[in-house]
């Protein structure tokens, strides 16, 4: 292949560049940053595309050399030689993966499905990059370095972090972690144990499935002498059952014929027979009546009785006071009481009668009544005449005032005279009492209230006079004044008892009649009180004669007459009573003294019948008694039990009498219990053997996909080995392919190398470079790095030599002899121009020195 | 007269196509199924024809028969008619006589049952070696009434598990009652008579999917007509969803979300299929936990292709197109070299082998 040209309309830095290569060598001498690396990114990028620019990748080529210029088309075109034709890739790349590409052979369109590069080259991208492409540091072949693990790296295709010894290191070592050559601790060992050990369990737990029918066997077995054994308990409880009834009918037999023989025993200790229980009776009751009757002997009347009736007999010696001679005495007794209290106690005065001796010192006269009453009368009479005559006369006002005036005065006179009366009287009932006292009070009082009225009349007439036309009448007056007297003179009569006239004189002369009559009564009344006194008197004595004469004659002392008779009272009836139980205690003592008799004839006749003592027959009868009441119920008992053990017999059918005892439940049960036992431990292995045996299923599916497991491991691990086997295979193939034609190639050009170098180079089997030099071979370490440039380059060429079977790329040297002396340049740049005729070269350098023209 | 066909019950089953988590649970369900079917004889029907393989084992343990006994004896105004199949053997323990748990031999057994003018005669027999040939012709059952046969095996030829269908013709069979296969089918003797498979009443595995339940029989048509009740707890469901789009296992589960309708009671194997790229990983762990809430369980397997582009390397001059050449044109199988050349790839990358 021989690149014509290409236009670069926009790529990197370039913009509508245009350049022509030469067909062997094209140089290049340009400053640093012109676009070497540009320039070799659009022709790979023309040959193989560019890769897809993905959000989060790294910096790739399709962003790294968007055109700076920001517009126009991502791309440009190539033209080149291949095979006898022309050929132009146009390549326009967009956004992240756009990659419009066509391909024309001598004008015309071609189709191409696979990458241009793919075509033309046969060989991929990562390769054509790294061969066609060759830097200062791709030159430089250090001493240290070996040449065959570059020209390896440069056939593998792999960097220099990771290689074939890695990749074997790797593989190894993942197998081993499925297989250890020794030590196990691996998966396969660890799966074949667990295989193993699953194996052994599945066998184990097969052998207890197995087990288990004759287990079944045996449980089924055991339930059937568990059934047997229950059924066989079963008839011996009903056996047991009847042997047990005939030994309660037997008891019960046995029982009755006990209760016979008791019975007789008690019979013959009475050969007389048994009393009958009525017999007894009569005879325990004629017993204890014997006993009642002496016992009451002598208790009706006691001693203490007769000592009280021989004291009532000598109180009463004399006679004992009758019924009406008590009664007469009770009533003396009271008698002698009433006048005993109305003679201590004193006549009360009542405050009524204290009012009246206050008033009346001694009874008024009937002159003096007499005299109120006409003064009375006279004041009422004039009064009616004064209240009849008018008030008022015409022209005699003034006349009939001047009239008055000395009645008017007169009036007034008597009221002081009355005032000073009453004063007098008041002074003069110190001494005298207060009767004085009152009648002082009451005429003053009335002086004062004739005054008072004698004013007011006399104002009251001036008034009318001062008043002129109606005067008072004149006779009204007199009349009035006459009143007035009359008024005054009933005052004075009354006053001296203390009778006022607040409340009218018609009121207090009626009191005054009134009181006197009553004061008159009183002191009749007195006077009668004291002559019942002394009659009194004198009945009492002749009482109290009479009821000491009374009481004398029994004895009788007490405090008081009530007591005295009371006691007396007492004693009379006491010693009736005890007089009439006397009497009746000799009779009850006879009569039982004959019942007695009676009753012992009675007791030793039913001894004499039955054969018994009479001494201590009490105790003999509770005997007898506790005997008969055996005899009854041992009898009863034998009915019972003859008839129970009958209706027994009938009732459980007791008709043959079993020939054996009653079976040994006790040893049955034990049996039974075993057998239990049995069948529980059997049930319970059976259960264990189920439960485990219950996942066999489970440990197979284990051990199946255990053993699935440990086969993928085995076949993982094999193929990983076969990997290797292939890895070293490929190796071994790649050098034999790649490696030792290159090592041919490059002896042919050790050739050239001579002449630009003036070394003699070769290269050992090992790829190890060595020099001739001065007739001795010595170490390519110890060429220069400008000679090891050249002698990598020719590695390079022989290495493109064969890796490109078709079509022979162009190379790309980028200041590759940046580092040879003049003298080596020259040589090496002859060299590259020799080597140009084999192979289009595009040149670069950045140092005039290093120019190729 | 109503009666109930169910068989192939497999009380006692390890329930270990399930995973263990989910087994538990299942064998306790069985055992519930059961209880619910007798719960139902019990206001329904007049017997519950066994067809077979009520244990799952040969020789039951103690305490599945017991169970069964226990839940039987619950029921005493329902006959059970029992036939072994298969899986219970006479070696199994036999537990205590009930007299509503009928069994049949290996002779012709028969039992009859009326109510008003109706009769019906349930027949059955244990095959075995010894009289696989011979049960055809000692059978002999009236024209008159319903006659239903009870059996255990595969329809097909005569023999210890066989059934010679053609031998039955004639023999005035209404029904045929058959257990041993699990899934329900059904299939004509002759003029006269049916037969039907009532399949297992629960799935015991994801190889077991579909409804299951028992059959309801009624004698009191013209034939013995039947009906499928489902009965069983929950529905055992085998489904495949593609995920070749999925690039995460999120993804993926909602391939599976909008492939697969999901009932929260169910149980599920879903097999991702579709093609993915051989480096990616296995979504299957993560989608079964995405899918804990949507159903009773999921198993979830990865059966999808795996790709892997080998092309590339086609024109790799470097030891990975090298070594990748040498791996395919070598006589391995097609996936161990996919395999080994995954291996020496990320090897030589340096990336980490997880294998």
Known sequence: MKLISCHIENFGKFHNENIKFDESLTPFCEKNGYGKSTLAAFLKAMFYGMEKARANSAFNDRRHFLPFSGGGNYGGYVEFTSGGATYKIERYFEGKSGDDRKLYRNGAPVECAEEFGDFFFNLDRASFERTAFLTGEDIDVGATEDIKTKLNNLAEGIGDDADLEGALSRLEKKAKEYKKQKGGNDLITEETEKVNRLSETIKDKRRIGEGLPAKYRTLEALNAEIKAAEEAIARAQGENVTVNNWEQYDRMLAEAKAAEEEIAAIQEKYPRGLPLPAEVEGVNRALRREETLNAGMGRAFSAEDGENLAAYRDEFELGVPAEEDLRAAETAVRREEELGRRLSSPHAESPRGRELKERFRSAPTEEKLGAVARAAEAYRDAEQRYNALPDTVAGAARESAGKKKPLFIGLAAVSVLLILAGIGLACASAAAGAALLYAGIAAGAVGLLALVLVGFFYLNKKAETAGGGLAANPEKEDMGRKKDELYANLQALLLPYGYSFESGEKYAVKTFFDDAEAYSALLKEERACEDARREAEKELADVQRQLDTFFKRYGVVEETRSDALSRLRMDVKEYASLTERKEKAEQEEASARRELEAHEEDVARFCEKYGLQTAGLEQTLRTVEQDRNAVESAKRTRFERQEGAEKFRREKNLTERPQEGAYDLGALNADLGELRKKQTQCTSEISEDEFLAGDLPDCERELEEAQEKLNGYRETHRLLTKTADFLKAADERLKEKYIKPVKDKFTEYSRDLEKALGEKITVGADFKVRFESCGAERDGEHLSSGQRSVVALCFRLALIENMYDKEKPFLLLDDPFASLDEEHFERAKTLLIGLSQRMQIVYFTCHKSRAIE | ?355
């Not at chain 2, 509503?100 to 019906?120: C, I, P, Q, R």
């Not at chain 2, 799935?203 to 059959?215: C, I, K, P, S, V």
């Not at chain 2, 080998?310 to 044109?329: C, K, P, T, W």
């Open chain 2, 1 to 355: 007269m109503k009666f109930i066909h169910t068989a192939d019950i497999h009380l006692g089953s390890a329930m270990n196509k399930f995973p263990k988590e989910i087994a538990d649970k299942r064998k306790a369900e069985l055992r519930d199924t059961f209880k619910r079917l007798v719960d139902y004889a019990r206001e329904n029907v007049r017997a519950v024809i066994l067809a077979g393989d009520v244990f799952d084992s040969d020789a039951p343990f103690k305490k599945d028969k017991d169970d069964f006994y226990s839940i039987v004896k619950s029921a005493p105004q329902v006959d059970f008619l029992y036939l072994r199949g298969n899986h219970d053997s006479a070696s199994a323990y036999t537990g205590e006589p009930l007299p509503n748990l009928k069994t049949f031999s290996e002779e012709w057994t028969v039992y009859d049952y009326a109510d008003g003018g109706e009769t019906v005669h349930i027949a059955g027999v244990e095959l075995s070696a010894e009289n696989a040939a011979s049960v055809y012709s000692s059978l002999n059952l009236p024209k008159e009434g319903k006659n239903i046969v009870v059996l255990h095996g595969q329809v097909g030829t005569a023999g210890k598990d066989g059934i010679d269908l053609k031998r039955l013709r004639g023999k005035n069979i209404d029904y045929l009652a058959l257990g041993h296969i699990h899934k329900r089918s059904e299939g004509k003797i002759d003029d006269r008579g049916e037969y039907a498979y009532c399949g297992c009443l629960e799935g015991r595995g994801f190889d077991e999917a579909g409804e299951h339940g028992f059959l309801l029989l009624d004698t009191s048509g013209e034939t013995v007509s039947r009906t499928f009740v489902p009965f069983a707890a929950r529905t055992v469901v085998e489904a495949d969803a593609d995920i070749s789009s999925a690039k995460t296992a999120h993804d993926a589960y909602l391939c599976v979300k909008q492939q697969v309708k999901l009932n929260k009671n169910d149980l599920y194997r879903i097999n991702l299929v579709g093609e993915t790229d051989y480096e990616t990983e296995n979504f299957a762990a993560d989608v079964k936990q995405y899918l804990k809430d949507d159903c009773g369980f999921a198993d979830v397997k990865d059966k999808t292709e795996k790709r892997l582009d080998l092309s590339a390397y086609d024109n790799d001059r470097s030891i990975r197109g090298e070594f990748v050449r040498q791996v395919r044109g070598s006589d391995l199988p097609e996936e161990e070299k996919n395999r080994i050349i995954v291996y020496g790839l990320k090897a030589l990358e340096g990336r980490e082998l997880d294998v």
